[in-house]
């Protein structure tokens, strides 16, 4: 069974730190690039942050530059994403994603984590 896990969501100041995890299973990890997606109430599901399956380039909405950092650790099928300098527009579900470029392409999605900014 495919599962993508996060975890790491919760209640955090303005200013404040977190960081989410996603455990994988159910599929071959180190074949595909990891990305964190996020939700806020009334806005559309937008890229926090990318990284390959060799870890050679990662990505970054501009919101989060210089913020959040994401990495993978292969021999463990998680990747992280380090949320630092929170703002309460960061407020959302974060959601775990997994994608294979292949025909046809591969895409997984966890279930989300909810975190909440705000003093």
């Known amino acids: 069974q495919v599962q993508l896990v996060e975890s790491g969501g919760g209640l955090v100041q303005p200013g404040g730190s977190l960081r989410l995890s996603c455990a994988a299973s159910?599929?071959?990890?180190?074949?595909?690039?990891m990305s964190w997606y996020r939700q806020a109430p009334g806005k559309e599901r937008e890229l926090v942050a990318m990284i390959t399956q060799d870890s050679s380039r990662t990505n970054y909405a501009d919101s989060v530059k210089g913020r959040f950092t994401i990495s993978r650790d292969d021999a463990k099928n998680t990747v992280l994403l380090q949320m630092n300098s929170l703002k309460p527009d960061d407020t959302a579900v974060y959601y775990c994603?997994?994608?294979?470029?292949?025909?046809?392409?591969?895409?997984?999605w966890g279930q989300g984590t909810q975190v909440t900014v705000s003093s």
């Open positions: 159910g599929f071959t990890f180190s074949r595909y690039a």
């Open positions: 994603n997994a994608y294979w470029l292949t025909v046809p392409s591969r895409i997984y």
